[in-house]
């Protein structure tokens, strides 16, 4: 599976931004799903993940009830889509796809896109 994620950008707080991933691979409705990020000098952290199914979808605290994760098996493609957007956002974000069935744990992720930037002002 190969991962091309976009839509990052500056933003002013309490604005919004969608980030798309595209996956290649015949088999991507069956792979879970994950957005993360990581800020300078910290370490990569979960942000959202929704399972090939969707039944299961999870967020991290921090950004529960301002992101939201969805997916369009059709069209190879898993979106974030971030309101209300706090400076303590402001990190690369990856999308990052596994076979497993479930995991918020970055380092259980086989694959990962090449992260885009969010920067949000305050």
């Known amino acids: 599976v190969q991962l091309q994620a976009s839509g990052g950008g500056l933003v002013q707080a309490g604005g919004s931004l969608r980030l798309s991933c595209a996956a290649s691979?015949?088999?991507?409705?069956?792979?879970?799903m994950g957005w993360f990020r990581q800020a300078p000098g910290k370490e990569r952290e979960f942000v959202a993940v929704?399972?090939?199914?969707?039944?299961?979808?999870v967020y991290a605290d921090s950004v529960k009830g301002r992101f939201t994760i969805s997916r369009d098996n059709a069209q190879n493609t898993v979106r974030l889509q971030m309101n209300s957007l706090k400076p303590e956002d402001t990190a690369v974000y990856y999308c990052?796809?596994?076979?497993?069935?479930?995991?918020?744990?970055?380092?259980?992720?086989?694959?990962w896109g090449q992260g885009t930037q969010v920067t949000v002002s305050s």
């Open positions: 990052a796809a596994d076979s497993r069935s479930w995991s918020t744990r970055p380092y259980q992720y086989a694959y």
């Open positions: 691979g015949r088999t991507f409705s069956r792979y879970l």
């Open positions: 929704r399972s090939w199914s969707g039944v299961r979808i």
